[in-house]
């Protein structure tokens, strides 16, 4: 662990599941040395907030990783420089790790974890000593002895259904949610809801972003 002290950490927690969100967020809030800012589940104003309360540490849990990729945290990384990315809850899969560390996390903390390992992660981290866990140390010297950039790309494209690439492809045509709706026969509410899903994949700001996220990816033809 890193032998700096630092002074009240401040903790910005994003995590889909609720229970695990709380649970998460009342142990780093009972030290004394940690305080967190904000426990949210990851959707369009995420950057926003973020920027604007600068937390120490912008701890991601696996299930926002999922749907959001590795884009997010780059942009987050541009956005607030000064703010740690600690990812927590993740497989011990070495490609997403490699690629997670050269989309400039600082921390992976893997799923089989207790909380007082996160807790450790989240103080190591706020004085920039990077934590790595112990069975993927392996990969980074792989990685430095044997360096092959493609095969750790930070680009992982997000999988979207059908329907999903397909309101895509509607979006790209200008056509409003309500056209959108009355082609598809559906309401206009679950037009919302689709669109609401696609962009939390994307880690995309709004609907246009999103259009240019996927011509750029490729993820729509």
Do not use: W
Not at 26 to 43: E, N
Not at 57 to 78: K, M, N, T, W, Y
Not at 159 to 164: D, I, P
Not at 200 to 220: N, P
């Amino acid at each position: 662990m890193c032998a700096e002290k630092v002074d009240r950490i401040t903790v910005f927690l994003l995590a889909e599941n609720r229970l695990l969100r709380e649970a998460l967020a009342r142990v780093l809030d009972s030290k004394h040395d940690i305080r967190v800012v904000a426990a949210v589940a990851f959707d369009a104003k995420t950057h926003e907030r973020v920027s604007e309360l600068r937390p120490r540490i912008l701890a991601v849990d696996s299930s926002v990783f999922a749907h959001a990729g590795l884009d997010f945290i780059e942009s987050f990384r541009r956005a607030v420089p000064d703010t740690r990315i600690l990812l927590v809850g993740m497989d011990s899969d070495k490609k997403t790790f490699l690629r997670s560390v050269r989309a400039g996390v600082s921390g992976y903390v893997i799923k089989d974890a207790s909380a007082n390992e996160v807790v450790a992660a989240v103080r190591s981290v706020a004085c920039d000593c990077a934590v790595c866990p112990p069975k993927l140390y392996a990969a980074l010297f792989e990685q430095i002895a044997n360096p092959d950039p493609k095969a750790y790309s930070t680009k992982l494209q997000p999988k979207l259904t059908r329907r999903e690439q397909q309101l895509v492809k509607m979006i790209g045509q200008g056509l409003s949610n309500k056209e959108i709706a009355s082609q598809l026969n559906l309401s206009e509410q679950t037009v919302k809801n689709h669109i609401h899903r696609i962009l939390r994949k994307l880690g995309a700001a709004d609907r246009l972003s999103a259009v240019e996220v996927c011509r750029v990816e490729g993820i729509v033809a």
